[in-house]
Each structure stands twice: as structure tokens, then as C-alpha cells.
């Protein structure tokens, strides 16, 4: 068990309590029971009154906390000769406030994990080209360091020399090591495999993505729901009645009821005990800290615990399009030529002169045909038309089908075809005759069709937010089964476009990567980035898909519907208890030991019930019979 707690003088409380069970002695009976209460809830009444003390004085009125009623309880029952029962109530109350200790702890264990992981020291480059080990600390924007093989990188930058194989498992969760060459950008935090290499610092420590996890994990877990900060408001006023409401009580037996005046005592300590709000202020926090640490551990992290309350609250989720619902990089989806065309001789030379482009269309066709050994010694490039290249006697031309005036009417159709289902199409042509087509995209990710999908089963209306074309963002949403598109978005148009639909859906999320859904993150209910997004989106967010995997989105959804169920359970059990033990103690059927028992046992079945969070697992709480998202 992790706690800051003394544990060792709960331990010796108890043994001092199992002591007292069996000495028949009534004094050493009664010195073994008091010490027991003493040494096992000494630092709980202590809290107490030092945190009634400090808050009272914070706010300039009285501010008790559950603590007090605790603490005039054991006192009670000390003082009418109940040292068993007083005894009973402090172990059990100090035991539940050791258990929310460990379940908070418990949430925290990825962020200790993170911290862990965190790298201390860089190889950084002197003024004399020699090397000098500084901390992170003292790295400063522009220091060129050193990467050893097996080392960690130790801060945000770019390669500048050599290669890497880096496990970026801690940033991204990705579990197949990443290649990466000079310009490329690496993240602190991440391993390098078997290669040495070259990096110049391109943000402060405390700036880099790994820091930026840690700081929201810590943020997140330090702001509690809505439910659980009402609870916690509600604390004060409760106790205040309670400790208003024990005079009537002692008075109501005698007057009312004709108790005698000992039976009032005992029976207002009963009522001291049984209306003590322990399990009601256990009841969301830990659910809360349970839920965003395991969602933690599964790449989704939450800036705070409303926002994971609120996930099951939403109306719609609206989404950009590139590198959000699409992997933001095209791909080759069709390729079509003259039946007496020898292609893979085209494509080969076609292919040489894409390597030339740093074009993402010509990324695309090279990643997608197999590697060629023409050797292409000039290649013209004109901007908007696309590349020439001569090889071999004749002239190759790849552009747009606008360049070609004359091209066949088979290969105009099709162009338009393929268009209309939002693909970018570019011919191929030899001598100026054009001999092929090539149509590409950015397709939809798999993990998006299974959360979509998700979503509507659910009753969350999925709503496509794109700056791209009609007919290219109608293609994807009808991709992806998503029926309310809006398109030809400008980048400052977003924002009204989702308060627009906060009008007749609120409330509402906006998930996105980009500067651009910055503005719009902000203004919905529930912000959203995605993990490889920019730094400002990440920032606004209220919540990062550190995996870029929105199916994780369909598991927070699955967490915060099991949290906010555990809550209202929690809830109405703890009531339910007090309500229960009011009404025996008015009707004499239980004692300060039952009254114990069962109030403070139901504190730790409300934390237990917590605590089942950190159980749940990707996919085991779906709602949805036909349709299983990508977890995990």
C-alpha cells in the first residue's frame, strides 16, 4: 500500500484494538481500546481540524469537514463507556481514508511511470566541438547533441546528422520503432535503437510534447468533476446541519419520544455516526482519479475529470477532416492505361521522376510502386502543371488533366468519375499523348469507421468539418457513414460552424489537429486533439488522442458512461445507508457498533466501486453488438 499516511501507527492501533478483544481486565480493557482509537486515527482527527481551522479561515466563516463529526463521535462513545465501539470507528474511518490514499496513489501510476522515464542528461557539443554532459535543465533552443545508440533523446528536435530507429512508445504508443533521417523530428522521452546520430534542440524542456503529457495527467488529476466539486461544496453546509441538528436530536428523545436521558446520549451518538457523509464524499473522486488514470495508460488524456463527466452528455462530435478522420498523407487508389502500353515501364521512369519531387503526391506514387533503377538526370518541374523529363528519345509528362486539351475521351471520363469520388487525379502521357491515369487520396482510417460507427449506435451525431472541396469531404463522410458534412470551410469559419450546431445540439465536441481548429477546440463543450497535432491544439484541447486512434475516443466514451453510472450508484447507496441507520436508531434497533459497521463499511464499498475503473479494459464495456470498435 502507498500512502503518506503513518501506517505504522494504524497498525499498531489495530494490534492495540485485537489487544483490548481479548482482555477481560476492565481498565486495561479500556486503556488498550482508548490507545487503539488514539494511535490509528490520531493523524485523521488531526487533518480534520487543522483543514476545518485553515478553510475557515480562508473563507471567514465556518468551514467543519466530515473529519469533526468523526472525531465528536469517537468522543461520544468514549465518553458514555462505548471504548469497543469508539475503537471500531476510527480504525474503520482511518482504514477508508488509507484506502482513498492508495486509490488515488493508484491513479497516479503512469505519471510516476512518465516521470521515470523522464531523461536527466544530454551529450551536448562545446564551443571547441568537444562534448559536455549538462541536464536537460541547461539545454538551451539550438545546442547541437549528441545521440548515443540505446540512449535517450533527451529534449523536442530535428536531425541534423545520421539516422534512428527511435521507440517512440512512450509519446505515441506505438510499438514498431520509427525510422527517421536528417529533418525529421524526434520527442524526447523516445529510445534510440542501434545508431548514432546528430540533433539540434528545437524547444525548451519544459515545452516538449513529454513534458506536456506530464502536465496534463497532473492537471487532469487535480481537477475533480462537476459532481465530485459539488460534492465537495456540499461538505461544509452538510456537516454544519448535522452539528445544528444534534441538540434537536439529544432533546427530541426525552420530549418526544420519552427516552430517558442516557438512551438520548447513546442515541445521538448513534446519530452522530450514521449521518456522517464519509461514503457520500467518497463517491466521485476516486471514480474520477480511477477513470482518467486508466484512460491515461491507454494513450487518452484528460485535462480535467469534468470533461471526462461530460463525454457522456454530448449531442454531437464534430470533426476535421485531414489527419483527423484521414491519415493526412494521399495514397494510390487507382491506376489505369492503354491496353498496348507497357505500364510497369512507364511507372518505372514515371517513378524515377516523382523520387525528384518532395511533392506529397509524388511521395505517394514512389512509396506505392515497387523501386526502380532508371536514372533520370534532369526532371523540370513547373509549379501547378507538374513534371517533364526526357529518357531514352522520348519526353514524359505526369500533371494535371487540365495541362492535357487533348487528351483521349475514355481518359477524360474517367478523370471525372474518379473525381466525383473525391480523388486527385493526374495523367500520364509520352510524346504529349496521354497513355494513363493515376487517381490518389487521403483515405479514411480504419480506426475512424469503427468510432463513427460507434458514435451513432450511441445517439452522438458525427458532424464532417473541411476546408476541402464538395465533392472530396461528401466523399470521405460517405466513406466513413457520416451523413452531415460541411465543406469549403475557411480556417476562421470553423468557430461558426460549431456554434452553429451548438444551437440545436448542445452540448458538442470538436476533435482536430491543426492551428486552424484551435479557435473551434476552444469554443465547443469538449476540446479534442489529436496526439500528432500541433503544439496550439494541443494546448486549447481539453482532451489529446495521444495515439492519433479514434477509437480510443469510443473507450473514453465507454470509461465516462461507467464512471458517471459508478457515481449515482455510489451516491445513492451512501444516502441510502444514512436513511437506513436514522430510522433504526429512531426505532432502538441498532447500536453504535452496527452503526459503525455499516457507515463506514459502506465508505469502503463506495471506494471499491471506485476503483473498478482501473479494471476496465478496452472493448469490454461496448453497448454495441454488431459493431466492435479498434481497441487497443
Sequence with gaps: MITNKPIGFYLLGVAAFIGGLFITQPLARAGLLIAAAVAAGYHVIAEGVIETIRDSKKQHRFAPNIHILMALAAVGAIAIGSYEEAAMLILIFAGADFLEDYVENKSRKEITALLAMAPLEARRYGHDGEF?????????IGDRLQILNGAQVPTDGVIIAGTASLDESAISGESIPREKQVGDEVF????????????????????????KIIQMVQTAQATPTKMASVIQRFEPLYVKVVLAALPLVFLAGPLLLHWSWMTSVYRTIVFLVAVSPCALAASAVPATLAGISNLARHGVLFKGGRYLANLTQLKAIAFDKTGTLTKGTPTVTDSEFAADVDQAAVMAVVTAMEKQSNHPLANAIVAHYP???????????????????????????????????????????????????????????????????IALMDEAKSSAKAAMAYLKHHDIQPVMITGDAKQTGEAVAADLGIKQVVTNVLPDQKVAVVKQLQETMRPIAMVGDGVNDAPALANAEVGIAMGSGTDVAIDVADVVLIKN?????AFAHQVSTKMNRIVVENL???????????????????????GVFLHEGSTLMVILNGLRLLLTEEGTHSQTPHVQPQLG
Design 549 to 553: 486512434d479514434l477509437s480510443r475516443l
Design 188 to 211: 524526447g522521452g523516445t529510445l534510440n535503437g542501434q545508431s548514432t546520430f546528430d540533433m539540434r534542440v528545437t524547444k525548451a524542456s519544459d515545452e516538449t510534447v513529454f513534458a
Design 371 to 437: 523501386a526502380t533503377d532508371v536514372v533520370i538526370d534532369t526532371v523540370h518541374n513547373e509549379i501547378g502543371k507538374g513534371l517533364t523529363a526526357d529518357y531514352q528519345g522520348h519526353t514524359y509528362t505526369v500533371g494535371k488533366p487540365q495541362r492535357f486539351t487533348h487528351a483521349p475521351a475514355l481518359f477524360r471520363q474517367r478523370a471525372m468519375a474518379l473525381g466525383q469520388q473525391g480523388k486527385t487525379v493526374i495523367f500520364v502521357a509520352v510524346d504529349q499523348t496521354v497513355v494513363g491515369l
Design 572 to 594: 445513492v447507496f451512501s444516502m441510502a445507508v444514512v436513511l437506513l441507520l436514522v430510522t433504526l436508531n429512531v426505532l432502538q434497533l441498532t447500536n453504535i457498533a452496527w
Design 132 to 140: 559536455e554532459v549538462v541536464p536537460v535543465a541547461a539545454l538551451h
